[in-house]
T-cell receptor
């Protein structure tokens, strides 16, 4: 059964304090790994898709990387507006996404 | 380019009633997937429609159903509502062909009393 585990569950950072979120997965035939950001009461906002081990993508202060068993979302010098829940999902068969429980990030100024 | 739209944004129903939610995908996208999000279970896949056909289905009871129209707009219906159906219902839009990004709408918040 396809499974996604995210850690930590919650993370508190000071503004400017870089860190990483982890997403480990087991899936038969990975077709894509997705990162989303979700603010309270809103739908998930697409950040990145990674398709193969070794791939990296960057957007502003965020960088996503992928290995054969896990993905990392690196946050460099975060700002309070980066506070959100970050969701990781894998696409295996068809268009179905299997999500992890998410990491709640709080950045204090 | 307009994003994914969902209506209504909020709904309050009582147990035993039924409800219909609507989703309009991004123009040109032919796949619409529905997800249920609750604090306890997180985001769970309900089903996917592509070109008016259900292509994939999650592990939800038959009370949850959906359909897709020729313009790719999709509706999902929940019959005989239960308290546990209270959730944020999200739809995701994609081209539906091979791998690719899926974009979510703002969701419909359903409260069952």
């Amino acid at each position: 059964e396809d499974q996604v585990t995210q850690s930590p569950e919650a993370l508190r950072l000071q503004e400017g304090e870089s860190s990483s979120l982890n997403c480990s997965y087991t899936v038969s035939g990975l077709r894509g790994l997705f990162w989303y950001r979700q603010d309270p009461g809103k739908g998930p906002e697409f950040l990145f898709t990674l398709y193969s081990a070794g791939e990296e993508k960057e957007k502003e202060r965020l960088k996503a990387t992928l290995t054969k068993k896990e993905s990392f979302l690196h946050i460099t010098a975060p700002k309070p507006e980066d506070s959100a829940t970050y969701l990781c999902a894998v696409q295996a068969g068809g268009n179905k996404l299997v999500f992890g429980a998410g990491t709640i990030l709080r950045v204090k100024s | 380019k307009a994003g994914v739209t969902q209506t209504p944004r909020y709904l309050i129903k009582t147990r035993g009633q039924q409800v219909t939610l609507s989703c309009s995908p991004i123009s040109g996208h032919r796949s619409v997937s529905w997800y249920q999000q609750t604090p306890g279970q997180g985001l769970q896949f309900l089903f996917e429609y592509f070109s008016e056909t259900q292509r994939n289905k999650g592990n939800f009871p038959g009370r949850f159903s959906g359909r897709q129209f020729s313009n790719s707009r999709s509706e999902m219906n929940v019959s005989t509502l239960e308290l546990g159906d209270s959730a944020l219902y999200l739809c995701a839009s994609s081209t539906g062909q091979g791998e690719g990004e899926q974009f979510f709408g703002p969701g419909t918040r359903l409260t069952v009393l």
